[in-house]
């Protein structure tokens, strides 16, 4: 006797639990749900049941699967941040930590992680421009981590980092930067006129990828370089990122920090 004829006879397989019942038909049906846990079928000749899943094991078994895609999805975005985030204060820029003193600006960089399929495909770039600390790393930032929350592969560093990193590297493998979906580049001042500085940003213009660049140079000084090595660079910024030049300005957040600090310090000692 085969295991299928076993099976058939002794109904092999199939769970009874309380509260199952038979129907008119003697099919087992599941008492949690009322949809059967066993169907009839004709084997050799032979009728014989078959365990088949009510309702509930399908429910439990779409959980199962759900919970696993979960995981894996969380997994990636581990990956992804270990990779992508260069610098631990970059995990601090997100928008729950966002002052909101800047509406205008918070409004126009969400809207550009909400419509980021279209972004990506018209290759969008921006350059936040304005000057030091009133929050052109922070927004940049607030960017990456909510598009690796969404699973997308970015990588944001200043760009002296990766400067130095290429040179430290030099002729050995390099980070490849252009398998990332967004690179942002951080904090592009006029000391980087570098042919290190172009070739990282000329790699990205090449794979037509979108760049967003932070830089307390003005459009009207990208515009107008001073030497031969900035001119290649700026053009390369412009054309990618100038499109979309988002101004930030006033309000400097480290202003604002080394005040609070100077009160607190000045109530300590005051006490
Ligand atoms: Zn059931």
């Not at 014989?48 to 759900?66: L, M, N, T, V, W």
């Not at 985030?85 to 409004?107: C, H, M, Q, V, W």
């Not at 930030?248 to 920090?257: A, F, P, Q, W």
Request: a positive charge.
């Amino acid at each position: 006797m085969s295991f299928l004829d076993e099976f058939f006879i002794n109904k092999h397989g199939i769970e009874e639990c309380e509260g199952d019942y038979r129907d008119e038909n003697d099919i087992l049906i599941c008492g949690k749900c009322g949809t059967p846990k066993e169907c009839i079928k004709v084997y050799k000749g032979k009728k014989g049941s078959f365990p088949c899943r009510c309702k509930c094991d399908d429910i439990a078994e779409a959980e199962y699967q759900q919970r696993k895609a979960r995981e894996k999805f969380d997994d990636r975005v581990k990956h992804l941040r270990k990779i992508g985030i260069t610098s631990k204060r970059y995990l601090e820029y997100t928008f729950a930590n966002d002052n909101g003193k800047k509406p205008e600006i918070t409004k126009q960089v969400k809207r550009y992680v909400e419509r980021w399929n279209e972004i990506k495909e018209s290759n969008i770039g921006v350059l936040f421009y304005g000057s030091v600390g009133t929050g052109k790393s922070f927004f940049a930032a607030c960017i990456a981590n909510a598009l690796i929350d969404k699973g997308v592969s970015v990588h944001i560093a200043t760009l002296s980092d990766l400067v130095r990193l290429r040179t430290a590297n030099y002729g050995k493998d390099n980070i490849a930067l252009d398998k990332f979906d967004l690179l942002i580049i951080d904090d592009l001042g006029v000391e980087h006129a570098s042919p290190t500085a172009y070739s990282i940003i000329d790699e990205r213009y090449q794979s037509n990828k979108p760049l967003i660049i932070t830089t307390n140079l003005t459009p009207t000084e990208l515009k107008n370089p001073k030497t031969q090595e900035q001119k290649r660079i700026y053009d390369r910024v412009l054309e990618m990122c100038g499109g979309v030049a988002i101004r930030i300005d006033g309000g400097s957040k480290r202003v604002e920090v080394a005040k609070q600090k100077r009160e607190i310090a000045k109530a300590i000692l005051n006490s």
